[in-house]
């Protein structure tokens, strides 16, 4: 009985050893095998354990920064132009195809009123389909050259919105009251003068109608001073003036006046301001009022023959200028219409009178004492680069 017991014990402490051994070999080879070498080096992201190679193969580089850039604020004048509403400019720019000297002349225009400008501008062009791309490219390319900043971010203020305004379509709306002024204020067929566009600006109020006020100008200009203030002169204008233009600076109008200034000896028109009279405008820069040009009665009435045949003929008036004739002839009957710009506005550099019988007088009408603000090009004048 007790050798039946001690044999019972000695069997189950083999098996409890065999049973052991067998955890034991078990638990070593469950283990995980060691990484190895350099590529598998543990690296520790918080509680994750990851493998550098994994992480380089699979995970997205970060992107590493040198320096923090540091944004710029605007400034006063940057931020003004984010909130001010354009100022409406308008040129006539027709022919233009091929013709290299007028798309330089726009370049000039262009560029120098948008480098002047503290204020956005919504230029009309009054042009073809043509003469739209090619002022677009130009005036683009000045536009590019004229960024307000060139930081660490760029300001793209739009300086510049460009509206097409089709000359072709609207010519024949104006062809008969052309017609008649053609006939007052221009000398032969074939005169430069004679284009319709030269008669535009009468007929704004159709062009524009959307518009209370704009500045049309000549693209034979070079602006130097700021359109804005130039529209500020609007603020000035009488509850009468329709437009404000400078004084011509040429004895143009002494000349065309002269049979007049015979019969009347005491007559200031066609005289010099330093004698105190009235030389006539130029239509180089014209600031209109469309709502008064549309609406004036004394303007329409100039422009049918039975009124021009009365004034010219009282006058002795026969022009050759275009549109700038018939304001003159107006103002000479009704200078309450307009409002005289300084003259610095409109600097004509034309001196053809001077060799053609005004040489004594001609400074007289010359002389502008004021600070070039527009330069204009008229009769074919140059430019010079130092103005």
């Given at each position: 009985m007790f050798r039946r017991l001690r044999n019972l014990g000695h069997a189950f402490l083999l098996l409890t050893f065999a049973a052991a051994i067998i955890f034991l070999c078990g638990w070593r080879d469950a283990q995980p095998a060691p990484l190895q070498g350099p590529s598998s080096t543990v690296v520790q992201e918080g509680l994750v354990m990851i493998q550098e190679k994994d992480l380089a193969v699979n995970m997205p580089p970060f992107p590493v920064f040198n320096q923090q850039q540091e944004a710029v604020p605007l400034d006063a004048r940057e931020n003004d132009l984010l909130y001010r509403p354009p100022l409406d400019v308008a040129f006539i720019f027709t022919h233009a195809r091929d013709n290299w000297p007028l798309q330089n002349q726009l370049r000039v225009a262009a560029g120098s009123l948008l480098a002047h400008s503290s204020a956005p501008l919504r230029l009309h062009l009054i042009t073809d389909e043509d003469g739209f791309h090619t002022a677009t490219k130009i005036i683009n390319e000045v536009q590019a050259t004229n960024q307000l900043d060139s930081r660490h971010i760029k300001l793209l203020v739009p300086l510049c919105q460009l509206v097409y305004v089709s000359a072709d379509d609207f010519i024949p709306e104006i062809e008969s009251s052309v017609t008649v002024l053609?006939?007052?204020?221009?000398r032969r067929a074939n005169s430069y003068y004679r284009d319709a566009l030269f008669f535009f600006s009468l007929h704004?109020?159709?062009?524009?109608?959307?518009?209370?006020?704009?500045?049309?100008?000549d693209i034979d200009i070079k602006v130097k001073g700021d359109v804005a203030e130039l529209h500020s002169h609007f603020e000035r204008f009488t509850p009468s003036n329709v437009m404000g233009m400078t004084q011509e600076q040429s004895p143009v109008y002494r000349h065309l006046l002269s049979v007049y200034r015979r019969t009347?000896?005491?007559?200031?028109?066609?005289?010099?301001?330093?004698?105190g009279g009235f030389t006539g405008f130029n239509s180089g820069v014209v600031l209109i009022d469309i709502n008064k040009l549309r609406e004036s009665q004394i303007i329409k009435s100039y422009q049918k023959r039975p009124k021009?045949?009365?004034?010219?003929?009282?006058?002795?008036?026969?022009?050759?200028?275009?549109d700038q004739d018939l304001y003159t002839l107006i103002a000479l009957d009704h200078p309450e219409l307009f409002y005289s710009l300084p003259c610095g506005w409109n600097r004509q550099l034309c001196d053809w009178w001077r060799g053609h019988g005004y040489q004594a007088v001609f400074d007289l009408y010359f002389n502008c004492p004021e600070e070039l603000k527009i330069i204009h090009g008229n009769c074919k004048t140059p430019i010079p680069d130092n103005l």
């Amino acid at each position: 009985m007790f050798r039946r017991l001690r044999n019972l014990g000695h069997a189950f402490l083999l098996l409890t050893f065999a049973a052991a051994i067998i955890f034991l070999c078990g638990w070593r080879d469950a283990q995980p095998a060691p990484l190895q070498g350099p590529s598998s080096t543990v690296v520790q992201e918080g509680l994750v354990m990851i493998q550098e190679k994994d992480l380089a193969v699979n995970m997205p580089p970060f992107p590493v920064f040198n320096q923090q850039q540091e944004a710029v604020p605007l400034d006063a004048r940057e931020n003004d132009l984010l909130y001010r509403p354009p100022l409406d400019v308008a040129f006539i720019f027709t022919h233009a195809r091929d013709n290299w000297p007028l798309q330089n002349q726009l370049r000039v225009a262009a560029g120098s009123l948008l480098a002047h400008s503290s204020a956005p501008l919504r230029l009309h062009l009054i042009t073809d389909e043509d003469g739209f791309h090619t002022a677009t490219k130009i005036i683009n390319e000045v536009q590019a050259t004229n960024q307000l900043d060139s930081r660490h971010i760029k300001l793209l203020v739009p300086l510049c919105q460009l509206v097409y305004v089709s000359a072709d379509d609207f010519i024949p709306e104006i062809e008969s009251s052309v017609t008649v002024l053609q006939e007052f204020f221009t000398r032969r067929a074939n005169s430069y003068y004679r284009d319709a566009l030269f008669f535009f600006s009468l007929h704004l109020h159709q062009l524009l109608p959307g518009l209370e006020r704009v500045i049309l100008m000549d693209i034979d200009i070079k602006v130097k001073g700021d359109v804005a203030e130039l529209h500020s002169h609007f603020e000035r204008f009488t509850p009468s003036n329709v437009m404000g233009m400078t004084q011509e600076q040429s004895p143009v109008y002494r000349h065309l006046l002269s049979v007049y200034r015979r019969t009347h000896p005491n007559t200031t028109l066609g005289s010099p301001p330093s004698e105190g009279g009235f030389t006539g405008f130029n239509s180089g820069v014209v600031l209109i009022d469309i709502n008064k040009l549309r609406e004036s009665q004394i303007i329409k009435s100039y422009q049918k023959r039975p009124k021009l045949v009365e004034r010219t003929q009282h006058y002795s008036f026969q022009g050759h200028l275009g549109d700038q004739d018939l304001y003159t002839l107006i103002a000479l009957d009704h200078p309450e219409l307009f409002y005289s710009l300084p003259c610095g506005w409109n600097r004509q550099l034309c001196d053809w009178w001077r060799g053609h019988g005004y040489q004594a007088v001609f400074d007289l009408y010359f002389n502008c004492p004021e600070e070039l603000k527009i330069i204009h090009g008229n009769c074919k004048t140059p430019i010079p680069d130092n103005l």
